[in-house]
């Protein structure tokens, strides 16, 4: 992934809309699952550990 410069504002606006992708990826495998919101966290964490790992490697 590149080094993008981004305005405050545009900043706020990718995050946001990331919030709100991941919040109703979120719900949606709940709806399918009946997974509790602890099965949401721990899956959550899995990604964070993802992304750490693929940072840590450069």
Same mark, same amino acid.
Not at 21 to 34: G, H, V
């Given at each position: $992934?590149?080094?993008?410069?981004?305005? !405050? %504002?545009?900043?706020?606006? &990718? =995050? !946001? %809309?990331?919030? &709100? /992708?991941?919040? !109703?990826? =979120? $719900? *949606?495998?709940?709806?399918?699952?009946? =997974?509790? /919101?602890?099965? &949401?966290? !721990? $899956?959550?964490?899995?990604?964070?550990?993802?992304? %750490?790992? *693929? &940072?840590?490697? *450069?």
């Amino acid at each position: $992934m590149g080094n993008n410069s981004y305005t !405050e %504002d545009e900043l706020n606006q &990718v =995050c !946001e %809309d990331a919030f &709100v /992708n991941i919040k !109703e990826a =979120c $719900m *949606r495998l709940q709806e399918k699952t009946k =997974c509790s /919101n602890k099965v &949401v966290i !721990e $899956m959550l964490n899995n990604v964070i550990g993802f992304y %750490d790992s *693929r &940072v840590s490697n *450069r």
